[in-house]
Nanobody
Framework: QVQLVESGGGSVEAGGSLRLSCETS????????MGWFRQGPGNEREGVAT????????YYVDSVEGRFSISKDDAEKTVYLQMNSLKPEDTAMYYC?????????????????????WGKGTLVTVSS
């Protein structure tokens, strides 16, 4: 069982930045597919960024491309989401997700079904 704990959420004005962190219980993030998802009020949960084990390939949805950056520190067992140029529409609960490869794939990498493990979320509020 992989446990995930997010931190770093908060309130920021439009144009500002935040860095979210996700600490894992897994001995190493080196074998986990990791993703960040968000869910705004009345919206479905959507994937925004993902990083693969090994070659650390990263993928982003169009709405955050060029503004968000996912990275990880395997030694610290932590995955990060650097969010720059934040917009009010980025306001949401942000969730960290992980998978050992059983569900993750190129068609599921931004879908909740692509991940087996979830954190409880951290709230990001962006004011205009």
């Amino acid at each position: 069982q992989v446990q995930l704990v997010e931190s770093g959420g908060g309130s920021v004005e439009a144009g500002g930045s935040l860095r979210l962190s996700c600490e894992t219980s897994e001995e190493t993030t080196g074998r986990l597919f990791m993703g960040w998802f968000r869910q705004g009020p009345g919206n479905e949960r959507e994937g925004v960024a993902t990083i693969t084990p090994g070659d650390n390939s990263t993928y982003y949805v169009d709405s955050v491309e060029g503004r968000f950056s996912i990275s990880k520190d395997d030694a610290e067992k932590t995955v990060y989401l650097q969010m720059n140029s934040l917009k009010p529409e980025d306001t949401a609960m942000y969730y960290c997700a992980a998978d050992l490869g059983r569900n993750w794939g190129h068609f599921s990498k931004f879908r909740p079904s692509g991940y087996s493990y979830w954190g409880k979320g951290t709230l990001v509020t962006v004011s205009s």
